[in-house]
C-alpha cells in the first residue's frame, strides 16, 4: 500500500477543516457571550473542553505504546504538549513531515536492510489513521453536540446570522469528512480489508450517514423545544445503552483498563448519534435494529410533536421542519441501502474465516478492533 501524493493533499485538507471548525467554535462562543446568550456559551465552550480533552487523552496513550513498542524512553514534552491541547497538532507535525518526505522525494525508494521491518508508507498511513480516528472521536464529542445547539438556536428565532450558518455548514463538512475519511484509512490501514475505492461508493457512504444523522439532530432539536429534560433523558438514556452494548462486546480497543473504559464511554456516546461496528464483526442483524428504533422514535418524536398543545411553531414553519426530518431520514436509509447492497467493499465475500481456527492475518495497526460502518 502507497501513500501518495493525492493522500498528501488530502492529509493537508484534514488539518485545514480540523483548525477552520476550531476556529468557528470558538468565534460561536464568543458571540454568545457577547449577546449575553451565556448559558449557549458556556455550553459551546464545555462541548469544545469535552471533545479535546477525550482526544488529548487518548493521542497520549498512544504515543506512550509507540515509544514503549520502539523501545525508547516516555519523553515528558509530549505530556506537556497534550496538556496544553497540542497533541492532535504534534501527531499532524510528524505525520505530514513524514508524509511529505514518502510521497515526495522517497516515493519508490525502499530501505533494503529494514524493509521487512519499517515500511514507510505503511509507517505513515498508521499515523494518518491516529489522527483520522481523533477526529472522528473529537467530531462526534463536539461537532454533534455542537450542530444540535446551532440547530437549535436556529429554529428557536426562525433566521440566523452569518456566523451562526458558518458553524453549520463547517459542522456538517467536519462530520461528514471525519466519518469518510477515518472509513477510507482504517482500511487502507488494515491489510485484510477490502479498500474503499471510487468517488460513488464514497459519496453514497457520505450521505447515507450525513442525512441519518441531519434527521436525528432534528428530531432531537424539536424535542428540546417539547421539553429540554424529556429530551435529556432521552439522549442520556440511548447513551447508557450504548455504553452497555459496548461492554456486552467486550472491545479491546486500549491496553490500560482506565483508558478501556474511557473508550467504552465515547463509544456509547458516538452510538447516540449513528450506527458503528465496534469490533469489525457481522453486525447486519445489530444494524437493522438499530435503524429500526431510529426509525420509530424519530417517528414517535414527530408525533408527539403535532398532538402537542404546545405552540411553538406556526404550522407552516412545522410542516416544513417535518418534511426535513422525514426526507432525510428516508434519504438517509435509501443510501444506506444502496450503499450496503452495491458499494460495500467486503459485499461480495461469502465467508471469512475465523482468526482461530483459519490462517491468521497480522494487523499491527491499533485501530483493529474498531471498524465504522
Known sequence: MKYTKLNFMLSVLGIIIYITDLIVDIGVSVRFFCEGRNVFGILTVSFMLFGTLVVQCFSYS???????????????CFLLLHCLQGGVFTRYWFALKKGYHVAFKNSSKTNNFMEEQIDPHKEVIDRMTDLSMLRLFETYLEGCPQLVLQLYT??????????????????????SWSTVDYQVALRKSLPDKNLLNGFCPKFTYLFYKLFTLLSWMLSVVLLLFLNVKIALFLLLFLWFLGILWAFKKQTQFCASISMELLYRVVVGFILTFTFFNIKGQNTKCPMFCYYIVRVLATVGI???????????????????????????????IIFLIVYYGTFHPDRN???????????????DCRMKYFLME
Not at 498512544?62 to 515528558?76: R, V
Not at 398543545?309 to 417535518?322: A, G, K, L, T
Not at 465475500?349 to 494487523?363: F, L, M, S, W
Request: with cysteine; hydrophobic share 45%; charged share 15%.
Open 154 to 175: 436556529f429554529l428557536e428565532h426562525g433566521q440566523a446570522n452569518f456566523s451562526q450558518y458558518a458553524a453549520i455548514t463547517v459542522s456538517c463538512c467536519a462530520i
Open 302 to 332: 414527530l408525533v408527539v410533536f403535532w398532538i402537542s398543545p404546545v405552540s411553538i411553531f406556526n404550522s407552516d414553519y412545522f410542516m416544513s421542519i417535518s418534511i426535513a426530518v422525514a426526507l432525510t431520514l428516508v434519504l438517509g
Open 62 to 76: 498512544w504515543f506512550k505504546a509507540d515509544l514503549k513498542k520502539a523501545g525508547q524512553e516516555n519523553q515528558h
Open 349 to 363: 465475500e461469502e465467508t471469512i474465516p475465523d482468526e482461530i481456527d483459519g490462517k491468521a492475518v497480522q494487523r
